[in-house]
């Protein structure tokens, strides 16, 4: 018996060690730090466009803070930008898909964080 | 007096035998010693791969607890005699730039030369660090079949129809800056070890900043095509 209970409560530990990671990930990472460490590569650090990605790219990156072009996308089209790459809005391939990273919450979480970078809403224009 | 003599020559023999066979393990051992009293600060030998955006950003160079699945042997062994630069904006791009009024730029003085090792350390280093083959199960061996793609068309598939030169740079001062050069990419690494990092690069590594192209089984290998192309060009 008491073999049977020490054997139970390894099995509780390990399985509670294994779940740890697994809940963290599932908690996801704050918007502004995933915008940090994927998406400044090519929109930049000012969320401009002007990451350190463009020199010798054919489309320029959109520029996060321009309001009244991001005032003229939903938060569905941002979202489906996001998770599956330019293509799926009819925009450039250079987007990648970020589905393998970004948990569709993480992706909601950006699409939060670029209306605060645009000052804008869906068809509202900036809060300018 | 022969009597006595038989055993020393014996164990004379033996001792011989043994040091033969124990030599390239003390070669792995001594590789090994290196690498985790000058290499560990920067590299990870043991795994697990970051989990976390915290466990990423303290990441200072590459993951090395897979590199006997990843690299090709004789190109650790002569780079980490002369150690060049792969990754232009440094091991993770975000450490090594700077906001300037014409966009970010590479913030050079943040970039630090990687330490060169002598022929025989590289040598010892080398073997020891294709021991490590974590991993393993994430690799096919021998799926890779050699083929061949004009440069044309290599770029044209690598460019135009998946953009990933958008992070990679397909030759010197021409491509992304983020990401690691692929001009030299089939000289460095294995050729199953690209097939499967492209198809998924989140299986090898959660949380790097290369997303999952979602690339069609006949690109992966057509790429290797393309790196192979590339690597036999000289651009020095």
């Not at chain 1, 530990?13 to 704050?30: D, N, Y």
């Not at chain 1, 003229?72 to 393998?100: C, Q, T, Y």
């Not at chain 2, 303290?58 to 090395?64: F, I, M, S, T, V």
Request: glycine share 8%; hydrophobic share 35%; proline share 5%.
């Amino acid at each position: 018996m008491k073999i049977k209970l020490t054997k139970s409560a390894t099995a509780l530990v390990t399985i509670m060690l294994a779940l740890f990671p697994a809940l963290a990930a599932v908690a996801g990472e704050k918007a502004e730090d995933n915008y940090r460490t994927y998406c400044w590569q090519c929109h930049g650090m000012n969320g401009d466009g002007n990451g350190i990605n463009v020199r010798d790219m054919s489309v320029q990156p959109r520029d996060h803070t321009y309001g009244k072009e991001m005032a003229s996308r939903s938060d569905d089209e941002l979202f489906m930008a996001i998770k599956e790459g330019g293509p799926a809005v009819n925009k450039s391939v250079l987007m990648p898909h970020w589905d393998g990273i970004f948990s569709d919450e993480e992706i909601r979480d950006l699409v939060r964080y670029l209306r605060q970078q645009c000052r804008c809403e869906h068809g509202k224009g900036t809060s300018d | 007096m022969s009597a006595a003599r038989k055993p020393v020559g014996l164990i004379v023999g033996i001792g011989l035998l043994v040091t033969l066979i124990a030599l390239p393990a003390q070669a792995d051992n001594k590789g090994m010693e290196i690498l985790e009293a000058r290499c560990s600060g920067c590299h990870d030998l043991k795994g697990p791969a970051p989990a976390t955006l915290k466990e990423l950003w303290a990441r200072k160079g590459p993951d090395l607890f897979y590199a006997g699945n990843k690299y090709k042997r004789a190109w650790l062994e002569s780079w980490l005699q002369k150690p060049k630069r792969i990754r232009p904006a440094g091991y993770f791009y975000v450490d090594h730039i700077k906001p300037t009024e014409d966009g970010d730029v590479i913030d050079k003085s943040t970039l630090k030369p990687h330490m060169a090792l002598s022929a025989e350390e590289a040598h010892d280093v080398a073997e020891a660090l294709m021991s490590l083959k974590a991993n393993s199960h994430l690799i096919t061996k021998g799926e890779y079949k050699p083929g061949k793609i004009s440069l044309t068309m290599g770029e044209m598939r690598f460019d135009k129809f998946r953009g990933c030169m958008a992070c990679h740079e397909i030759e010197p001062g021409y491509g992304g800056l983020s990401g690691p050069e692929v001009y030299t990419v089939a000289r460095r690494l294995q050729e199953d070890f690209m097939m499967s990092y492209m198809r998924d690069p989140q299986a090898w590594d959660p949380k790097i900043f290369m997303p999952n192209m979602h690339l069609r089984e006949g690109d992966l290998e057509k790429f290797v095509h393309y790196f192979r192309a590339l690597s036999e060009e000289d651009f020095e």
